[in-house]
């Protein structure tokens, strides 16, 4: 039998002030009472789960209003860059399955623009967009839409993530056929190979 | 059918060149054989050489924050004096041209900074997923190299890779000593196979190399003459019953012949 029990607890989301720390919780609330719409579900864990809570990402990394930093912008776009996959899954016809990859497509630059939030994030992005790229506009299988759409559901869950978490990510793409390396890298390296020849 | 013995270059072209004629050859090579044979020695060769000019690469990306900088930078090198018309030259130049017309490249960014982040991420990339993939590409890896460490690439505090050790232990004899000095006849038949006029530093290097084991048995192999016997280590620990697989024919085929051996191309 479980020894967790769940409780919802009415929470106005824009009564209390932003803090000042690094968590960009609202003052006075801790991450246990957090939640996203006003209501909280928290966790009362007794027993040896004592301390595990789960928060939700989008409360983690919560501002206050009009403020937005990196992370909060790169939450935003990767859930609706999710979602033009997750439409895709779920559609049938081809066409307009790739009319959503397309979408995602379009989303990449934008995140690559938030790669201060760190080299694991934007060594996954960059090779989620030169993935796409390498495709030279052959729509993407259904396993490579789902192996992409879970990396940036997952990504969404862990932004910031170390270099060698995103390597593994990157290496599932390619076990689904895709090319995460930008053309003419190879290139520059023959290069070299040819002038230490001369 | 014979086995492949994998010579660094298809390592290379394997792990390093990503969508490349050379990557497509080297893996349709590698099918055509049913055993496939990977000795450290490449997996050496490799790391000190073409994976150090891509952390050279990735570092410059790193000091200068700029596409068209590093690229630049690189065909500047004297290396690249020989050889003006290079792809790197021409990349350099079209790096200058994206300045002005960022869209027309297939680089992610709208600036050369942008650009530079994503060839820097890139290369982190390609680096660190070969190196996990290095062990994987052939059916067996062989001839171990007990003096040598194989570490993986680490990037440091400061940004930049850091490779070492691409050399053996300096403390400890040559761990491959003892095989290459128990066949003087095949030492004297590899130093016949090259060329004695040849001005190329790699050549002089080898023969001397070779000489030094041949004349002198009793010293110590240091790992500087391991290193500088390079291709020649191929012909003379390459089974007989295998065949060394490679790009560089011009001279890996005189040292295999000179063992009786045979030496291919993808």
């Given amino acids: 039998m479980s020894d967790t029990k769940i409780t919802v607890l009415p929470i106005s989301p824009n009564n209390a002030p932003a803090s000042q720390d690094e968590t960009r919780l609202p003052a006075g609330k801790t991450a246990e009472s957090s939640l996203s719409s006003g209501s909280a579900v928290v966790g009362l864990t007794q027993g040896s789960l004592a301390i595990k809570h789960s928060i939700d990402i989008d409360r983690l990394w919560e501002t206050a209003h009009g403020e937005s930093s990196n992370v909060v912008r790169a939450l935003e776009l990767l859930k609706q860059t999710a979602d033009y996959l997750s439409e895709a899954r779920k559609n049938e016809n081809p066409i307009d399955a790739d009319r959503f990859v397309q979408r995602a497509q379009l989303g990449l630059p934008k995140l690559f623009a938030l790669r201060s939030i760190g080299d694991g994030f934007g060594l996954l992005i960059n090779s989620l967009y030169y993935a796409s790229l390498n495709l030279r506009g052959t729509p993407m299988s259904h396993a490579q839409i789902d192996v992409v759409w879970r990396t940036l559901r997952e990504l969404r869950t862990h932004p910031v993530i170390s270099v060698e978490q995103a390597v593994q990510h990157v290496e599932e793409l390619e076990r689904c056929g895709l090319e995460p390396d930008p053309a003419g890298l190879g290139e520059l390296l023959e290069d070299f190979e040819s002038a230490e020849d001369a | ?266």
């Fill in chain 2, 1 to 266: 059918m014979p086995d492949a013995y994998i010579e660094t270059t298809i390592l290379a072209d394997l792990l390093l060149k990503p969508q490349s004629a050379k990557q497509k050859r080297a893996k349709e090579a590698l099918k055509r054989f049913e055993t496939t044979l990977l000795p450290v020695y490449s997996i050496k060769e490799w790391k000190a050489g073409p994976l150090d000019k891509f952390a050279y690469l990735h570092d410059k990306f790193v000091t200068t924050r700029s596409f068209a900088a590093t690229l630049q930078a690189v065909a500047a090198l004297p290396m690249f004096s020989y050889r003006r018309s290079t792809a790197n030259e021409a990349m350099a130049a079209a790096a200058e041209v994206l300045k002005r017309q960022p869209t027309q490249f297939t680089v992610l960014g709208d600036d050369d900074k942008t650009r530079a982040d994503s060839f820097r991420l890139a290369l982190v990339n390609i680096i660190l997923r070969s190196w996990n993939k290095r062990r994987k590409v052939a059916s067996q890896v062989v001839d171990d190299l007990p003096c040598y460490l194989e570490a993986a690439p680490k990037i440091g505090k400061d940004g930049l890779f850091d490779l070492k050790p691409k050399l053996c232990e300096r403390e400890q004899e040559c761990c491959l000593a003892s095989a290459l000095k128990s066949r003087p006849d095949m030492l004297e038949a590899l130093r016949k196979a090259v060329p004695e006029t040849s001005t190329r530093r790699e050549d002089q290097k080898r023969r001397q190399a070779l000489k030094h084991l041949i004349k002198r048995p009793k010293d110590v192999v240091t790992r500087e003459i391991c290193s500088d016997l390079g291709d020649a280590i191929f012909a003379f620990f390459c089974p007989e019953t295998a065949i060394v697989l490679t790009t560089n024919l011009r001279d890996h085929e005189p040292l295999a012949k000179a063992l009786g051996k045979k030496a291919e191309k993808p």
